[in-house]
């Protein structure tokens, strides 16, 4: 069984760009987090879908971030424009929906994102 | 707000070593779970070991076992007979109604040959 992907695995751009990062869960869990770890601290969360609703967007830095979920399959998080803070490792994670239970999150391999 | 502290930023032991990784959290809900996830150099995160809080045991698997201390809010990992492959960044995690993960800083950890 394929793992939770991400796409691109690295991305460089300069200040005042845009960028999208993609994210494919596991097949068949309709759980999706997007988590952040921005140099030397700890992971952040930045929003949790369930399908293609957002169930929690608390964790979203500011309004320059959109995340979407089309379908309730794959899921994009663009970042328009891109400031240097904004440097970091996003990771996708997904997990089975299961009411009342901590369930395991499988995550991706992070993309790391490098604003110039 | 719940928070997880890892107070050990950068560990290191020889092989076939015992380590313990601690970590520290705060919250005032009883029903709640703690994992340890490890990501080693390159490659994807991955679930070490889960506590539920309501189990009095600790959860044990294979090499790897939890010292939970509910009331101290303490759950620290122990690695026996540790490995080359055990190398790697641990993050201590909370899990509770919220459907999030809340991490701690994580513990780099390398294993000497």
């Known amino acids: 069984e394929a793992g939770v992907t991400q796409f691109p695995s690295h991305s460089v751009i300069e200040k005042g760009q845009t960028v999208t990062l993609r994210c494919d869960p596991i097949?068949?869990?309709?759980?999706l987090y997007w988590y952040r770890r921005v140099m030397g601290k700890e992971i952040k969360f930045l929003l949790h879908?369930?399908?293609?609703?957002?169930?929690?967007e608390s964790g979203m830095p500011n309004n320059r971030f959109l995340a979407e979920r089309t379908g309730g399959t794959y899921s994009t998080l663009k970042v328009q424009p891109a400031e240097l803070e904004d440097s970091g490792v996003y990771f996708c994670?997904?997990?089975?929906?299961?009411?009342?239970?901590?369930?395991?999150?499988?995550f991706g391999p992070g993309t790391r994102l490098t604003v110039l | 707000a719940q928070t997880v502290t890892q107070s050990q930023p950068e560990m290191s032991v020889q092989e076939a070593e015992t380590v313990t990784l601690s970590c520290t959290y705060d919250?005032?809900?009883?029903?709640?779970?703690l994992f340890w996830y490890k990501q080693p150099p390159s490659r994807q995160m991955i679930l070490v070991i889960r506590?539920?809080?309501?189990?009095?045991q600790n959860a044990t698997e294979n090499r790897f076992s939890v010292n939970f201390q509910k009331a101290a809010k303490s759950f620290s990992l122990k690695i026996s007979d540790s490995q080359l492959g055990d190398t790697a960044m641990y993050f201590c995690a909370f899990f509770q109604g919220a459907q999030k993960l809340v991490f701690g800083q994580g513990t780099r950890l390398t294993i000497n040959p």
């Open positions: 879908f369930v399908k293609e609703s957002k169930q929690d």
């Open positions: 994670a997904s997990s089975q929906l299961l009411a009342g239970v901590g369930n395991e999150q499988f």
């Open positions: 919250t005032s809900e009883n029903n709640y779970y």
């Open positions: 506590q539920e809080a309501y189990k009095q």
């Open positions: 097949s068949g869990h309709d759980n």
